[in-house]
């Protein structure tokens, strides 16, 4: 079955304890992003990756890192998580080419730092 | 800079009435791409449609439509016939980038509510 997956799908944790999101999709896509979806905000992008060693900035890149070593997984790393990272964070690929593809998102990984 | 606007934060109506969503857009480019999104009490995005800026036409698919407006930079959607199972939070999108499909901005969602 064609999806993308993260773990966790919840997380609660404190100030300062560094933690990672993985994001894994099975379709071969080359475009993958992450986003945030808060109230009232909508989805936000954090970071994208066109290819393999290729990502860059979002809107919203301030306090995370991705790296993108293979094709399939784009992990979302959290250095060091402050209680205005809680939110839900969606993963999200796609084909890439001269026109955008509809984007497949994972569940979600709703995030909690206290 | 790019930017989606919807205006309409919540909607609510009576199973089986129409519902029109609109979705107001801000772009520079000359190409670009509109998406809607729908994302149910489940929590999930679920792909509704793409639509480019070169297209114009109107688009159906079921009880849904599409109206797709350059002159006033809208991409407005409509539910006919509403039921339950359409309550849902939904999102307009627009691509852009430097390369024209690496960034998807968002709007703010209108929350859709079925009233039975």
């Known amino acids: 079955e064609a999806q993308v997956t993260q773990n966790p799908r919840y997380l609660i944790t404190v100030t300062g304890k560094k933690l990672t999101v993985t994001c894994s999709q099975n379709?071969?896509?080359?475009?993958m992003s992450w986003y945030r979806q808060d109230p009232g905000l909508g989805l936000r992008q954090i970071y994208y990756s066109m290819n393999v060693e290729v990502t860059d900035k979002g809107d919203v890149p301030e306090g995370y890192k991705v790296s993108r070593k293979e094709k399939r997984n784009f992990p979302l790393i959290l250095e060091s998580p402050s209680p205005n990272q809680t939110s839900l964070y969606f993963c999200?690929?796609?084909?890439?080419?001269?026109?955008?593809?509809?984007?497949?998102f994972g569940p979600g990984t709703r995030l909690t730092v206290t | 800079a790019q930017k989606v606007t919807q205006a309409q934060t919540e909607i609510s109506v009576v199973e089986k009435e129409d519902v029109t969503l609109d979705c107001v857009y801000e772009t520079r480019d000359t190409t670009y791409y509109l998406f809607w999104y729908k994302q149910p009490p489940s929590g999930e995005l679920v792909f509704l449609i793409r639509r480019n800026s070169f297209d114009e036409q109107n688009e159906i698919s079921g009880r849904y439509s599409w109206n797709f407006q350059k002159s006033t930079s809208s991409f407005n959607f409509t539910i006919t016939a509403s039921q339950v199972v359409d309550s849902a939070v939904y999102f307009c999108a627009l691509s852009g980038g430097n390369f024209g499909n690496e960034k998807l901005t968002f709007g703010t969602g209108t929350r859709l509510t079925i009233i039975p």
């Open positions: 999200a690929s796609s084909f890439s080419g001269t026109s955008p593809y509809e984007q497949y």
């Open positions: 379709m071969n896509h080359e475009y």
